[in-house]
């Protein structure tokens, strides 16, 4: 089996976020979806798995946070374009996300930001990786 990542994200309206996810080009996986969560597939390895507040707080004896309101994660989605950074922003602002700021262009990376109806933060990005390392300035890497 392949490595792969399911990213739980707690929804307080289940059906308005699998619409959200479906919006920017996530596949809903009946499968492992029902009345309390939905498998949301994004490529052969990641997936969000969208939890209603109660089904969520089963897996956690924590508060669930405000993302409005806290930051807790930001999500980098990667792209082959700029293009499609543009078109799936476009996307999520159709389907109810907000916009965080203006696009970013350093010329080797073009990146934006947009968070969904909970405000769970995503920054979807193009990035030439030669041209980026190269820009930065020697042992700098991140």
Not at 7 to 18: E, F, G, I, K, T
Not at 32 to 48: E, K, L, R
Request: overall charge negative.
């Amino acid at each position: 089996m392949s490595k792969m990542i399911f990213v739980n994200l707690p929804v307080r309206d289940l059906d308005r976020s699998v619409a959200f996810y479906e919006a920017i080009g996530c596949t809903k996986d009946a499968r492992f979806s029902n009345d309390q969560a939905a498998m949301m597939v994004w490529s052969d390895t990641i997936s969000f798995m969208l939890l209603t507040h109660p089904f969520y707080q089963g897996f956690t004896s924590k508060t669930i946070a405000d993302a409005h309101a806290t930051s807790q994660v930001l999500l980098a989605l990667s792209f082959d374009s700029r293009t499609e950074v543009d078109a799936i922003v476009a996307a999520a602002l159709g389907a109810g996300g907000r916009e965080l700021h203006e696009p970013e262009d350093l010329g080797f990376m073009y990146s934006r930001a947009f968070e969904d109806p909970d405000g769970h933060g995503f920054g979807p990005l193009w990035m030439d990786v030669d041209a980026a390392v190269a820009a930065m300035p020697q042992n700098e890497a991140a």
